[in-house]
T-cell receptor, first 112, second 112 residues
Framework: EADIYQTPRYLVIGTGKKITLECSQTMGHDKMYWYQQDPGMELHLIHYSYGVNSTEKGDLSSESTVSRIRTEHFPLTLESARPSHTSQYLC???????????FGSGTQLSVL | DAKTTQPTSMDCAEGRAANLPCNHSTISGNEYVYWYRQIHSQGPQYIIHGLKNNETNEMASLIITEDRKSSTLILPHATLRDTAVYYCIASPTNFGNEKLTFGTGTRLTIIP
């Protein structure tokens, strides 16, 4: 049902590299979100967006940045990856009429 | 968002009804109760939501007490595929506070 896509599904990268996690949705949703989740732990909201050119920081402080140039696209960037960034990153979206959150499959990031 | 409290884990025999409780004693009048589940490391999946009336869909039933301080998610005939972490969230439908908190949820294990 959900048309929200995250790439890559898995990423192993060395310390200091710049990475971008992609998230796209084809549902025309205005609101998009990034969550971070460690194994067996809570989901923490790190970024969200109300629409194009809107970005806000969530509850959990993150060194990542996001952009929202197009409605369907909400990429997350880490300028210099560190082992402490190892985690799963989940993208979600929601329309203004339908209150359900739709999640992507997530990106499992490992920084060596 | 109102804080919710759920048991950390539960077991249920395959084929039986799984009843997952949630306490939300500080819920306000405009907050709905939402249930999501997360299977293994996938993105959470919406199950059901309600305000004060009981709700049923193809996945589950939601029973909300008259005082709205607690609710129960019912999976009528649990299967092994229902093994997951279940999250109960209280939030306005317009998500006026965008910092949607999932908490730690209930880890439901379906026993063959």
């Amino acid at each position: 049902e959900a048309d929200i896509y995250q790439t890559p599904r898995y990423l192993v990268i060395g310390t200091g590299k710049k990475i971008t996690l992609e998230c796209s949705q084809t549902m025309g949703h205005d609101k998009m979100y990034w969550y971070q989740q460690d194994p067996g732990m809570e989901l923490h909201l790190i970024h969200y967006s109300y629409g194009v050119n809107s970005t806000e920081k969530g509850d959990l402080s993150s060194e990542s940045t996001v952009s929202r140039i197009r409605t369907e696209h909400f990429p997350l960037t880490l300028e210099s990856a560190r082992p402490s960034h190892t985690s799963q990153y989940l993208c979600a979206s929601r329309g203004t009429v339908n209150e359900k959150l739709f999640f992507g499959s997530g990106t499992q990031l490992s920084v060596l | 968002d109102a804080k919710t409290t759920q048991p950390t884990s539960m077991d249920c025999a395959e084929g039986r009804a799984a009843n997952l409780p949630c306490n939300h004693s500080t819920i306000s009048g405009n907050e709905y109760v939402y249930w999501y589940r997360q299977i293994h490391s996938q993105g959470p999946q919406y199950i059901i939501h309600g305000l004060k009336n009981n709700e049923t869909n193809e996945m589950a039933s939601l029973i909300i007490t008259e005082d709205r301080k607690s609710s129960t998610l019912i999976l009528p005939h649990a299967t092994l595929r229902d093994t997951a972490v279940y999250y109960c969230i209280a939030s306005p439908t317009n998500f006026g506070n965008e910092k949607l908190t999932f908490g730690t949820g209930t880890r439901l294990t379906i026993i063959p």
